[in-house]
Structure formats: structure tokens, C-alpha cells
């Protein structure tokens, strides 16, 4: 087989499993750029192997994706450490079929990528890839360089953080559109009671802009303070606001324009009917992958 075609097989393999890799990368590094940068580090790694001493392409490429995205992953958390404001995951627009697979659109939320935050580098990799993607241990000690002791005691130390942590399930996806129909209206409209109606008691809204948009610093908890924020900030600034239902990391929420304009992406938590957590992406630099679906998959 010549350079050409060692090529073109080789493309055609990533290809198939480009998906997966993309998922891998974005769960590990809550940055669809980033995502998209270790896919090329990827990419350009795998083409240089003879794969036709690989066994198993799709644990070869999980374990070159999962080592690039550790390396930036170290990078980026000292970043985030100098981060003005609250930081949030960058929003991906996703498809009904992300939203039907409640284990995937659980492992891709707003909600649980924040509480990965706060896991290490390490631990991150490692229980994305045990508990989302199911991957044996003595794989996961392939691609993060332990050994398969070390990599089960940190699956169960990561594992054990994140369940204290983890929210609760959210409901089904038709209480949670009715729920964020109801948000929609209240929002539009500048309703405050019609605000507290579908907010729950202990609601966290979390607000990102990056420095460069106007954000709230610090959660806002409660209904009544999430209720008066929102109301306030639109009549503060006399906007005409309109707000446009997408999917968003597997879940409901809302495209909102002012005067015509994106300013951002929210994304919706329900539970028991009512609205939870609130995540508004206001970063004009974390809003450039939202002009399609982004297909995400577990195999």
C-alpha cells in the first residue's frame, strides 16, 4: 500500500470515530475550540502511524485524543484560574438524538461539566472515560500513563467526588420544553411573577461574559433574586428581548437576542417542573459554534 493510500485509510478510520473523539475532548476540556484543536494534534499524530500494526483504531485514537486534550487541559486550568467572572462550558447546539440518550446528554450538561471542573486533570480523563465511555482501566492506564492499580483508585476517588456533587436527574423532555416555554414567556414579557411560578426556591443562575460582556460575578441563588436580576437587567438597559428555543448540551434552552442581536446562549436545568440552574454564556468567544448542530456520541 503506498503514502496515498496508507492516507486515505487512515482518514477514513478518524472519519468514523471523529464523533467520539470530539466527545471525548469536549467533556475533558468543556471547549468545543479546544476540542476542535486536539482533534488536529490528533489527526496529525495518527496519520503518522503504521496502522497496520494498530489492533483496536478506535482505542488507539481515544488514547492519542484523550493525551492531547490532558496536555491542554493543564494549560488551560491555570488560565481559568485568572478567568474574570464566573466561567461556564461553551455551549454547543446539539440534536434530538443527544437529548433521547439520557446517559449522554447527563455527561455533556452545564451541570455535571461543572462539577467536573473541579476534578484534576487526571481525575477528569479518568472518569470520563470509565464512567461515560466505559472504557476498561487497563485502557485508561494506556492513555494517562498509570498503571491499572493507580487508575482504578482514581476512578473510585473521582467517582465518589463527583456523586457528592452531581445533580439530580432532571425530568422528562416534555416537562422540561413545558417548563422552558413558561421560562420563554416570563422572560419575554418581564413578568416577575411569571418568573417565580417556574423558578425553584433554590435556582442558581450562572452568568459568563468573559470580561468583555457584562456578567454577574457570582452566582445569583434564589428565586426572588434570580426573578429581580432578570427583570432588572432588561428594564435596566431597555431592551426589546427575544429568545429562541434550542437544544443545548443535550437539554432545553434559549438562543436570546437583543434588538436583534445574539447576546447569548442559556441553558436550562428542570427538575420536579420547575427550573433549577440557569447557565448564560454571554462570551462573544465561546458563541462560534452555535450556527449548526454538534454531533456528539458514547461509541
Given at each position: 500500500?503506498?503514502s496515498?493510500?496508507?492516507?486515505?485509510?487512515a482518514t477514513?478510520t478518524?472519519?468514523?470515530?471523529r464523533g467520539?473523539?470530539?466527545?471525548?475532548?469536549y467533556?475533558m476540556l468543556?471547549?468545543?475550540?479546544d476540542?476542535?484543536?486536539?482533534?488536529?494534534?490528533?489527526?496529525?499524530r495518527?496519520?503518522?502511524?503504521?496502522?497496520?500494526?494498530?489492533g483496536?483504531?478506535?482505542?488507539?485514537l481515544?488514547?492519542?485524543?484523550?493525551?492531547?486534550?490532558?496536555?491542554?487541559l493543564r494549560?488551560v486550568?491555570?488560565r481559568r484560574?485568572?478567568?474574570?467572572?464566573s466561567?461556564?462550558?461553551?455551549?454547543?447546539?446539539t440534536?434530538?438524538d443527544?437529548?433521547a440518550?439520557v446517559?449522554?446528554?447527563?455527561?455533556?450538561?452545564?451541570?455535571?461539566?461543572l462539577?467536573?471542573?473541579?476534578?484534576?486533570?487526571?481525575e477528569?480523563?479518568?472518569?470520563?472515560?470509565?464512567?461515560v465511555?466505559g472504557?476498561g482501566y487497563d485502557?485508561?492506564a494506556?492513555a494517562v500513563g498509570?498503571t491499572s492499580?493507580a487508575?482504578?483508585?482514581?476512578?473510585h476517588?473521582a467517582?465518589r467526588?463527583?456523586e457528592?456533587r452531581?445533580?439530580?436527574r432532571?425530568?422528562t423532555?416534555?416537562?422540561?420544553e413545558a417548563?422552558?416555554?413558561?421560562?420563554r414567556?416570563a422572560l419575554?414579557?418581564?413578568?416577575l411573577?411569571g418568573?417565580?411560578?417556574v423558578l425553584?426556591?433554590?435556582v442558581?443562575?450562572?452568568s459568563?461574559?468573559?470580561g468583555?460582556k457584562?456578567?454577574s460575578?457570582?452566582?445569583v441563588v434564589?428565586?426572588g433574586?434570580?426573578a429581580?436580576f432578570i427583570?432588572?437587567?432588561?428594564t435596566?438597559h431597555?431592551?426589546?428581548?427575544?429568545?429562541?428555543?434550542v437544544a443545548v448540551?443535550?437539554?432545553?434552552g434559549?438562543a436570546?437576542?437583543?434588538n436583534?442581536e445574539?447576546?447569548?446562549?442559556?441553558?436550562?436545568?428542570v427538575?420536579?417542573h420547575?427550573?433549577?440552574?440557569l447557565y448564560?454564556v454571554?462570551?462573544?468567544?465561546?458563541l462560534?459554534?452555535?450556527?449548526a448542530?454538534?454531533p456528539l456520541?458514547l461509541?
Open positions: 500500500m503506498d496515498a493510500d496508507r492516507t486515505a485509510e477514513e478518524f472519519v468514523a470515530h467520539l473523539l470530539f466527545t471525548v475532548a467533556e468543556g471547549s468545543a475550540a476540542a476542535d484543536d486536539v482533534l488536529q494534534e490528533t489527526w496529525l495518527w496519520v503518522a502511524v503504521d496502522t497496520s500494526a494498530v483496536d483504531p478506535r482505542a488507539y481515544v488514547r492519542i485524543t484523550t493525551r492531547q486534550a490532558l496536555n491542554r494549560s486550568k491555570r484560574e485568572a478567568y474574570v467572572g466561567w461556564l462550558p461553551e455551549p454547543l447546539l440534536a434530538p443527544v437529548a440518550d446517559e449522554l446528554a447527563e455527561s455533556v450538561s452545564m451541570a455535571l461539566m462539577v467536573l471542573e473541579t476534578l484534576s486533570p487526571t477528569r480523563a479518568v472518569f470520563v472515560l470509565r464512567e465511555f472504557f485502557e485508561i494506556d498509570k492499580g487508575v482504578h483508585q482514581i476512578a476517588r467517582r467526588h463527583v457528592a452531581r445533580p439530580r432532571s425530568v423532555a416534555g416537562q422540561a417548563a422552558a416555554a413558561a421560562f414567556r419575554e414579557g418581564r413578568d411573577q418568573l417565580l411560578d425553584a426556591p433554590d442558581v443562575a450562572i459568563d461574559g468573559g468583555i457584562q456578567a460575578p457570582r452566582p434564589g428565586a433574586k434570580v429581580r427583570v432588572g437587567g432588561l435596566k431597555d431592551v426589546v428581548v427575544t429568545a429562541v428555543p448540551n443535550g437539554g432545553p434559549l436570546l437576542h437583543a436583534g445574539l447576546d447569548g446562549v442559556m441553558a436550562l436545568r427538575e420536579e420547575r427550573i433549577t440552574g448564560y454571554r462570551n462573544p468567544n465561546k462560534t459554534h452555535l450556527d448542530e454538534t456520541t461509541l
